[in-house]
DNA sequence: CTGAAAGCGCTTACAG
DNA sequence: CTGAAAGCGCTTACAG
């Protein structure tokens, strides 16, 4: 590897003229002649910067960490490129941790960070695993901590999603198309309470369904004990939220498909299922398509994130779509004031989401009769 | 950030005391009671050492680089996390750069390896992009090049599945079941003769093909030209593949989607359809539900890569699974030994993939007639 | 068993 | 306009 001393020797110039050349900081005079031999030779030798001692040497590493989780729900990927690129946009390099690749673990992740000496770190799209101490961790550093599109912690900056409004959105939607009896799955997950992003599903949807009737929610037992002739009666909208056990289901055992599996087997079936994303409606539909019932004709059904998947007129899948680009711009613009100035407070932030609106939710029902019956065969995705 | 320096003057030792016991190298011997008095105080003051420190000195990084293409497909993302795992298994970190993360520039991802000081490169599934001239950029200055399912280039190793046997199974396998007319989508590439992933996709096909048929191949345009008339008379097995021009379809525009809107509204339909992957074939199911073309009733469908998707009941597509962990493996133990020896040459290895028959192709036809109109009531997915 | 010293590749304030 | 020198945090051969 070639070094700057190594140019400097053969151009017989000072190792700190090689250096204020190539660093190009402005307000050098050197003259043109010197700059265009050293530029010209570092080009030709192939000088690459050595950035561990550029790092060591700057006592600063010009690094953000990224700290996500693999690339599973699109959204979250698009997102993760997002950043990155708004990241380098502002002169930072980035360091990306994929969590699956460390074996989940925090701790290493965190060891990772600090031992790079990131100035900043966000944390994309992780939920429970990212606690408090592990902000403090980091603080207690003095590397600031930016959450996007993850939980609330104390210490950390949050931009999110506003994925109250979006479940609120599409609870009203479903309401109106004429849906009455709404199932909403729901992933239990530890600490309810300070959920973030599975929690603002639940409050949105609870929303939509106390404007117009009643909300009651069980676990997976519960409801199939109660379902349907245990519901309280109700004339009007009747929304269920099913907590689904997560500790039951490993990833393999697609917990969305499970309980469609079973629900399917029973009957009446309810008017529409509201599911936490576009993942777990697919869940649903492959479900459906298994066990012969149909979406939206048998089912409506909707989703979260607009994955592409979705768009295939088959499954028309009726989902909201967060903004993606303000939301990683917020993020990075977010952490750089907080690097820029260290007793900066961390503030919170959240951007709409757009719905869209495609078969699966059974759009064309509007028009019609509210009795199942009479839809089902003129309702086609 | 805590220094050894500050370790030491707390402690009242010297620098080197700190940095040979913080070392652990094997063979000091410090007293036992000094060696506690350190790692505790190092645990204590939150000592983290300071990587680019440590690699200015040592003049290695320690640092193996992965260089993937995000998580599109299952397999791959599988296959990264395997070789990250495997990486660190041998004592190195890992750098991952994700192409996509760097808006493709090949030569802004070598370079960042490069500064980085990277003592070895793993390519992970990655096509065309990565050609000759930049593994030579790595190879020049020291550092070997190790691809894993991608392509072969001189002076880089290449470790990857057998996809020519997969497809030659997957291809006998239709024929076994009693299809006939089979389709094979191939999506065209720049340098035909040198895709490895891809023209062995191919060659397979064929070769299965050419036991007991006749085998030809059609551009797009060409294909509906000559579907199914124009086609060349055989008794037996015919095999066609469709090149599809990758250069007309945005990733946007599913190529194998398009390709069945047009293929189902004509007729008769083929017996078989080869897709390139699990994805396409998935774009192929989906047209099918949309158009009301069942598979295998009307159409059996065989994809490749094992994708979770692909396991419902409801698609039960019938694809081969590389096998990741011993490919990984081979590719870690593969640049450990270049890294340990610059002047090994580099080395090719393949690893037989195995094939899960699921539903999509047909099964149940074997035991039937061979007249698709005879059976297309009696088969269900 | 412990410490003084050199040096990795770079940056930067300062002298000439 | 250019160069000599100090020093970032660590490692390591060597001296005591």
Same mark, same amino acid.
């Given at each position: 590897?070639? =070094?700057?001393?190594?140019?400097?020797?053969?151009?017989?110039? !000072?190792?700190?003229? /090689?250096?204020?050349?190539?660093? +190009?900081?402005?307000?050098?005079?050197?003259?043109?002649?010197t700059?265009?031999? /050293?530029?010209? &030779?570092?080009?030709?030798?192939?000088?690459? #910067?050595?950035?561990?001692?550029?790092?060591?040497?700057?006592?600063r590493?010009?690094?953000?960490?990224?700290?996500?989780f693999?690339?599973?729900?699109?959204?979250a $990927?698009?997102?993760?490129l997002?950043l990155?690129?708004?990241?380098?946009?502002?002169?930072?390099?980035?360091?990306?941790?994929?969590?699956?690749?460390?074996?989940?673990?925090?701790?290493?992740?965190?060891?990772?960070?600090?031992?790079a000496?990131?100035?900043?770190?966000?944390?994309?799209?992780?939920?429970? @695993?990212?606690?408090?101490? $592990?902000?403090?961790?980091?603080?207690?550093?003095?590397?600031?901590?930016?959450?996007?599109?993850?939980?609330?912690?104390?210490?950390? !900056?949050?931009?999110?999603?506003?994925?109250?409004?979006?479940?609120?959105?599409?609870?009203?939607?479903?309401?109106?198309?004429g $849906?009455?009896? *709404?199932?909403?799955?729901?992933?239990?997950?530890?600490r309810?309470?300070?959920?973030?992003?599975?929690?603002?599903?639940?409050?949105?949807?609870?929303s939509?369904?106390?404007?117009r009737?009643?909300? /009651?929610?069980?676990? +997976?037992?519960?409801?199939?004990t109660?379902?349907?002739?245990?519901? #309280?009666?109700?004339?009007?909208?009747?929304?269920?939220?099913?907590?689904?056990?997560?500790?039951?289901? !490993?990833?393999?055992n697609?917990?969305?498909?499970?309980?469609?599996?079973?629900?399917?087997?029973?009957?009446?079936?309810?008017?529409?299922? @509201?599911?936490?994303?576009? /993942?777990?409606?697919?869940?649903?539909?492959?479900?459906?398509?298994?066990?012969? @019932?149909?979406? #939206?004709?048998?089912?409506?059904?909707?989703?979260?994130?607009?994955?592409?998947?979705?768009?295939?007129?088959?499954?028309?899948? &009726?989902?909201?779509?967060?903004? *993606?680009?303000?939301?990683?711009?917020?993020?990075?613009?977010?952490?750089?004031?907080?690097?820029?100035?260290?007793?900066?407070?961390?503030?919170?932030?959240?951007?709409?989401?757009?719905?869209?609106?495609?078969?699966?939710?059974?759009?064309?029902?509007?028009?019609?009769?509210?009795?199942?019956?009479?839809? =089902?065969?003129?309702?086609?995705?």
């Open positions: 590897m070639i =070094t700057q001393r190594q140019i400097a020797e053969r151009l017989e110039l !000072s190792l700190a003229t /090689v250096a204020n050349i190539l660093s +190009e900081r402005p307000g050098l005079r050197y003259a043109a002649a700059r265009e031999r /050293v530029l010209k &030779t570092a080009a030709e030798m192939g000088y690459q #910067p050595n950035r561990a001692a550029q790092t060591v040497r700057r006592r590493s010009n690094l953000i960490g990224i700290v996500h693999g690339a599973g729900i699109e959204a $990927h698009k997102a993760n997002a990155a690129a708004d990241v380098c946009a502002r002169g930072y390099d980035y360091l990306a941790v994929d969590m699956n690749w460390h074996g989940g673990s925090v701790e290493r992740v965190i060891d990772e960070l600090i031992q000496r990131v100035e900043g770190v966000i944390i994309s799209h992780i939920q429970e @695993v990212f606690q408090k101490e $592990h902000v403090d961790m980091l603080t207690r550093v003095g590397i600031p901590v930016v959450v996007v599109n993850g939980e609330r912690r104390s210490g950390a !900056s949050i931009i999110c999603d506003d994925v109250y409004s979006a479940f609120q959105a599409l609870g009203r939607h479903l309401i109106q198309l $849906h009455r009896r *709404i199932l909403h799955l729901w992933p239990a997950v530890d309810l309470e300070e959920n973030r992003s599975i929690g603002e599903r639940l409050k949105g949807f609870r939509a369904i106390e404007e009737g009643k909300w /009651v929610s069980f676990s +997976e037992e519960e409801f199939f109660a379902w349907p002739d245990q519901l #309280p009666a109700t004339g009007g909208v009747m929304g269920v939220t099913v907590i689904q056990d997560m500790e039951k289901y !490993s990833t393999l697609k917990p969305v498909y499970s309980f469609c599996e079973r629900l399917f087997a029973a009957s009446p079936l309810p008017d529409a299922i @509201v599911c936490t994303n576009d /993942v777990s409606a697919i869940e649903l539909i492959a479900a459906g398509l298994e066990h012969g @019932v149909r979406v #939206p004709a048998d089912v409506a059904v909707t989703g979260y994130d607009n994955d592409r998947i979705g768009e295939y007129p088959a499954f028309g899948l &009726t989902t909201a779509e967060q903004d *993606i680009s303000r939301i990683c711009a917020a993020t990075v613009a977010e952490i750089c004031l907080r690097i820029a100035d260290p007793h900066r407070p961390p503030r919170q932030q959240s951007f709409p989401s757009r719905l869209i609106l495609r078969t699966s939710c059974g759009m064309a029902l509007a028009a019609q009769s509210r009795s199942k019956a009479t839809t =089902t065969d003129t309702v086609r995705s």
